[in-house]
């Protein structure tokens, strides 16, 4: 079993900046994704930003330019730092990963409990 561990969600004015964290812990062997989604009020779930095992890094456009996703591999931690927030990134935000568990090459994805991101003035 993987358990993830959100942080970093709150309340902030527009044009302020939040970072959060997910901590993957349990039975990993190697992390593959680890994405963020966010899902709005009366909304769909949506991917913000992606890194893939190999370093490549997307963002929707929406936050492009503001948002930057990064992953520190020795403590399996995936941060989203979040800059210039408009009140429409107000959000529960998730994230998501791919792990391997073992050394056969068998892929389970995982989700994180959500941390509410709120941009109001």
């Known amino acids: 079993q993987v358990q993830l561990v959100e942080s970093g969600g709150g309340l902030v004015q527009p044009g302020g900046s939040l970072r959060l964290s997910c901590a993957a812990s349990g039975s990993i062997f190697s992390i593959h994704n680890m994405d963020w989604y966010r899902q709005a009020p009366g909304k769909e779930r949506e991917l913000v930003a992606s890194s893939s095992g190999g370093g490549i890094l997307n963002y929707a456009e929406s936050v492009k330019g503001r948002f930057t996703i990064s992953r520190d591999n020795a403590k399996n931690t995936v941060y989203l730092q979040m800059n210039g927030l408009k009140p429409e990134d107000t959000a529960v935000y998730y994230c998501?990963?791919?792990?391997?568990?073992?050394?056969?090459?068998?892929?389970?994805?995982?989700w994180g409990q959500g941390t509410l991101v709120t941009v109001s003035e």
């Open positions: 998501y990963v791919i792990v391997q568990t073992s050394e056969r090459p068998y892929q389970f994805q995982y």
